[in-house]
C-alpha cells in the first residue's frame, strides 16, 4: 500500500532540494462543516528545519504524526495552538513562523469514525501553524499529564510523509507544500 501511495503523491524532490511534492488533492470540502471538528495542526521544526514527530501511544502500528488537537470551547486558534503544543510535547517555546492560508481538513477512516468524538465527526477541520521550537531537546517531555505519544523524533520532511499515518498522508503532503521554504 505504501508503495501504491508514493506512487499516487508522486514525491518529487530530493533531501537537498526545496522543490514541492506533487499532490491531485485539494484543501477543499464539500461536506457541511459541521461535520468537521474545528482545530489546529502545530508541524514544529527545530533549527535544522527537521519536523517534530511522535508515534500514537494508542495505535499499535508505526504510525506517526505532528501535534493537533481540537478548540475548546471560548478559546481561539492561536490559544488551542499554544495549549495542545504543551499537552502532548510538555513545551510550547516556539515561535510562530506561519499559518496555513486556508482550513486544512482531513476524514477519519470509516472504523474510527465512531470510535472518536462519539461519532459526532467525520474527521476534523484545521488551521495549521508552522513554528521553530527555540529550545533543546531536553525541553521536550511527552510524558504529560494524558500521553498522546509513546516517544518522539526529529524528521526531515521525506521520513514524515513514509511514516505518517496513512490517512493523514495527503494533509501532511498539502502542508509541506505550502511550508516548504522553511523546510
Do not use: C
Not at 477543499?28 to 461535520?35: A, F, G, R, S, V
Not at 531537546?137 to 518522539?152: A, H, K, L, R
Request: glycine share 6%; hydrophobic share 35%; charged share 30%.
Amino acid at each position: 500500500m505504501l508503495n501504491s501511495m508514493r506512487a499516487k503523491i508522486k514525491i518529487l524532490f530530493k533531501k537537498s532540494t526545496k522543490m514541492p511534492i506533487k499532490s491531485n488533492i485539494t484543501t477543499t470540502n464539500n461536506k457541511p462543516d459541521h461535520l468537521y471538528r474545528k482545530g489546529v495542526g502545530i508541524m514544529m521544526i527545530n533549527q535544522d528545519q527537521k519536523i517534530f514527530v511522535g508515534k500514537r501511544i494508542d495505535n499499535k502500528s508505526d504510525a506517526w504524526q505532528m501535534p493537533q488537537g481540537g478548540l475548546d470551547h471560548g478559546e481561539s486558534e492561536d490559544e488551542a495552538m499554544f495549549r495542545e503544543l504543551k499537552e502532548e510535547t510538555g513545551t510550547n517555546n516556539v515561535k510562530i513562523l506561519q499559518m496555513s492560508k486556508e482550513y486544512h481538513y482531513y476524514n477519519l477512516p470509516y472504523k474510527l469514525q465512531k470510535k472518536f468524538w462519539g461519532g459526532k465527526y467525520l474527521g476534523q477541520k484545521q488551521q495549521w501553524y508552522l513554528t521553530r521550537f527555540l529550545g533543546v531537546d531536553n525541553q521536550i517531555n511527552i510524558d504529560t499529564n494524558e500521553p498522546e505519544f509513546s516517544s518522539w523524533k526529529w524528521m526531515d520532511k521525506n521520513e514524515v510523509i513514509d511514516h505518517i499515518v496513512p490517512f493523514k498522508r495527503d494533509l501532511y503532503v498539502k502542508l509541506i507544500n505550502e511550508f516548504i521554504n522553511h523546510l
